[in-house]
């Protein structure tokens, strides 16, 4: 139904998270029924974003500047650095609204399941900042599931030589939980309460 452009937009918005072929369906034909006013800037969102969006050089964050707007900010505290898994992390802990410092972003978490080893992790840019003396503390935001902990526990022993202050998420943080589906709520008293590694 709809000739194979509609089939084609129904099957590459089916792909998107949270959106099975149901949702995507509808979402088709939302766009569909008001090209003018919906499909086409849609559309140019999406090419635009796709020029100009790139990880940040510094934290890998995802910004159309670089560094990103967080390592731009003059406001941001450059002795604390919270680590996080990926990008939507970040963006959670942001909409919390309760770090203060600077991100840096993993790209992944440990696992031998997954064939994901340290050395498909963004280690180095995270030891070359910490290498340039400016940070005091490394918030190691990794959310409570096996890979989350155990790729926690990898990296204390890779930044203990650096003699840089280790914290960790308070407990709160639901077991098996990623924290990129908790409330910021729950993140922000997680990041208030957080303590000491080891
Ligand atoms: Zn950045």
């Not at 918005?13 to 509808?26: D, H, I, K, T």
């Not at 670089?66 to 941001?76: N, Q, S, V």
């Not at 926690?152 to 890779?158: D, F, G, I, P, V």
Request: net charge neutral; aromatic share 2%.
């Amino acid at each position: 139904m709809g000739g194979p452009e509609v089939e084609r937009l129904i099957a590459l918005l089916s792909r998107l998270p949270g959106l099975g072929p149901r949702s995507a369906r509808r979402a088709a034909l939302r766009l569909l029924q008001a090209p003018e006013a919906r499909m086409l800037p849609l559309a140019s969102a999406l090419e635009e974003a796709a020029r100009a969006v790139r990880p940040c050089g510094q934290c890998g964050n995802l910004d159309s500047r670089d560094p990103c707007a967080i390592c731009a900010d003059p406001r941001r505290d450059r002795s604390l650095i919270c680590v996080v898994e990926g990008v939507a992390e970040l963006w959670a802990l942001e909409r919390a609204g309760v770090h203060r410092g600077r991100y840096h972003v993993l790209g992944g978490t440990l696992s031998a399941l997954d064939g994901v080893g340290p050395d498909d992790l963004n280690l180095a840019p995270l030891l070359a900042r910490i290498a340039e003396g400016e940070v005091h503390e490394v918030i190691l935001a990794l959310g409570a599931t096996v890979e989350g902990a155990s790729t926690a526990h990898w990296l204390a022993e890779r930044l203990a030589p650096s003699g840089v202050r280790l914290t960790r998420l308070a407990q709160g943080v639901p077991i098996g939980g990623a924290l990129d589906v908790l409330d910021e709520g729950t993140l922000a008293t997680a990041l208030r309460a957080r303590r000491p590694v080891g």
